[in-house]
């Protein structure tokens, strides 16, 4: 008798029909991020009210709280960046619906049950890691920066902040979804482990080497001050020793399986 732990649920298909469900997949998911990119347009200025706040504060109340464009077209394609990312944000659950319907037929019963929890942890982990540097992390930051601009009392001439839109904007998005994808951290690991790839004693012995790239990767896709950095690395050195323990559990129940 077959068991259905140890077989596929489905009948093995020839690789071009692979290919043209792949395809009509990539499609929904192109489909999904248009839909979104034009519901989110509609609402472009309240989005950027959004990602513009934390700038906002901490510049306070005064005639200079504003952003500049210096090209014609620089805000429109900026509020076409703004939609698409709102789009991308807003669809994620199609993309992953996508994705788990083409992988899933080609996994064992027991991998499909095993692997579901990460499909509801990636945008779990992805949100948090997002909500941590717009509501933690960009406040001290921008308040960081700001706090070089000067009066003509102080210098010969005042230094005053005149952010481009476009850059401001590219700035604030890349970071939330650099943090987002960091975030991913365990989820990553504890799939690796699950393929045999590592095991929770190679995390241990690597867990210095580990931490010391973490502080590489939060220095080059962080602003360069130590308060972004620092609130990077941290989450991500907890998320490390999370992973640990994650993949400490992984490792024994695939010895403890016949």
Partial sequence: MTNPHQEPDHVPKPLVDHLVELRTRLLWCFVAILAGTVFCYVFVQDIYGFLVRPLADAMGPGDSQRLIYTNLTEAFFTYLKIAFWGGAFLTF??????????????????????????????????????ALVYYLIMPMAWRFFLGFQSTGAETALPIQLEARVSEYLDLVMVLMFA????????????????????????????????????????????????????????????????????????????????
């Fill in 93 to 130: 659950p199609v993309l992953a619906v996508q994705i788990w319907g083409f992988i899933a037929p080609g996994l064992y019963g027991k991998e499909r049950k095993a692997f579901l929890p990460y499909l509801v942890a990636t945008p779990v982990l992805f949100i948090t890691g997002a």
């Fill in 179 to 258: 943090f987002g994808f960091c975030f991913q951290l365990p989820v990553l690991l504890s799939l690796m482990a699950r393929a045999g790839m590592i095991t929770d004693a190679v995390l241990v012995r690597g867990r210095r080497y580990a931490i010391v790239l973490i502080f590489v990767v939060a220095a080059v896709i962080t602003p360069p001050d130590v308060i972004s950095q620092i609130g990077l690395a941290i989450p991500l050195i907890g998320l490390y020793e999370i992973s640990i323990l994650l993949v400490r559990r992984i490792v024994r129940e695939r010895a403890a399986a016949p």
